[in-house]
């Protein structure tokens, strides 16, 4: 459930922004990484595979807007104390960012393999790359063993190299448990049963494992691990932030996928034709009558363009889309609400700058 966002562009007369400030500097620390990842005592026993290891993380994190990187340094540089910054913790705040992107990027070569995806990024996807096929399915494997050798790098000698080993074994498996709770629905339209397809479900099980703490909680926990003296009084309310900023930013993206040009998003929606257990199927479920019902059970889940096409017109009929941008309205006041809400004048900022980037996604 990937999608390209159009986060941190920056137009030639366009006034440098803190956020624009530090992506650049992010964007900077990763060839130093990826160096001193390749220097690795263990990885450099074999250089082929350090060779193609390096070659793997090059070609599945280009193209992207790097989010959550960037929120993880931005967190930082928002939520410590002035006081407090350093010059040493705001490049680990950008190694730990880096960390982040390169676990995401393990999840979508595996998202694309397990959907048969053709694009990410404008590019074919890495499994569909020469000599790659399965291979794909170890070079995850690498990917995330390559995260863990970074953390090891830059942290092992640190008081926070056990939490941040924490944060990152919970992110692998949330996020291992919202692609399979995914992909296990996917089985259901083979017996054309979508009883499964309920916007609970949607809510409670592949929002928040696929999303919420991935994309937004962790770039603020990665943030916390290396802050001096932090009172997580201080983040009461940040949990019911994020879930909703969870609900938008999943609603978007299947937005994107059924409505948004491939040439904007640099991905060909594919919901339809796989049977996802998306925004549309399970809000048309809720909408339609019993004829309706049974044109979805018909033609959901088809490669058939005609089907694909059938389904979109019976989202039309149904004014989903109408239905969509109100919705998203209204999340979007309730996200603003709670946002204000909170104890923390510099966490409402962060957030705003959050809301401000996701508000204009579709």
Request: net charge negative; with cysteine.
């Amino acid at each position: 459930m990937s999608v390209v966002l159009k986060f941190f562009t920056c137009p030639a007369k366009q006034k440098q922004t803190p956020e624009m400030n530090i992506e650049e500097k992010f964007r900077e620390e990763l060839p130093g990484i990826l160096d001193n990842l390749m220097a690795s005592p263990k990885l450099s026993q074999i250089p082929e595979v350090a060779t193609w290891v390096k070659k793997i993380l090059e070609y599945n994190l280009r193209g992207s807007k790097y989010f959550g990187g960037v929120m993880v340094a931005l967190a930082y540089d928002m939520l410590e104390k002035p006081e407090n910054i350093t010059e040493e913790n705001q490049k680990l705040s950008r190694v730990l960012g880096w960390c982040g992107e390169m676990a995401r990027c393990a999840f979508c070569i595996s998202d694309d393999l397990m959907d048969k995806s053709t694009t990410r990024h404008g590019n074919p996807c890495w499994y569909l790359m020469p000599n790659v096929g399965l291979g794909a399915v170890n070079d995850c494997m690498l990917v995330f063993s390559s995260v863990m050798e970074t953390i090891e790098i830059y942290f092992l000698e640190t008081p926070y190299f056990k939490d941040i080993v924490r944060l990152i074994h919970k992110t692998i498996l949330y996020c291992s448990m919202g692609q399979q709770a995914d992909f296990m629905l996917l089985s259901h339209h083979v017996n054309k049963d979508y009883s499964q397809f309920t916007m609970e479900r949607y809510e409670t099980t592949i929002v928040p494992y696929v999303c919420r703490f991935c994309t937004f909680e962790l770039p603020v926990l990665l943030a916390l691990t290396i802050m001096k003296d932090v009172d997580m009084k201080t983040y009461d309310g940040m949990h019911d932030v994020c879930d909703k900023l969870s609900k938008l930013y999943v609603m978007q993206d299947d937005y994107l996928d059924c409505y948004a040009d491939e040439a904007a998003t640099g991905k060909v929606g594919n919901d339809i034709q796989q049977g996802k257990c998306s925004w549309f199927a399970v809000t048309a479920l809720q909408r339609c009558n019993e004829a309706q019902r049974k044109l979805f059970t018909k033609h959901y889940a088809s490669e058939n363009p005609e089907d694909v096409a059938i389904i979109k017109k019976l989202y039309g009929d149904l004014k989903l889309e109408d239905l969509f941008k109100q919705k998203e309205v209204e999340l979007y006041d309730d996200i603003i609400r709670h946002v204000h809400a909170l104890s923390s004048s510099a966490l409402t900022e962060y957030f705003l700058i959050i809301i401000d980037k996701i508000s204009k996604k579709s």
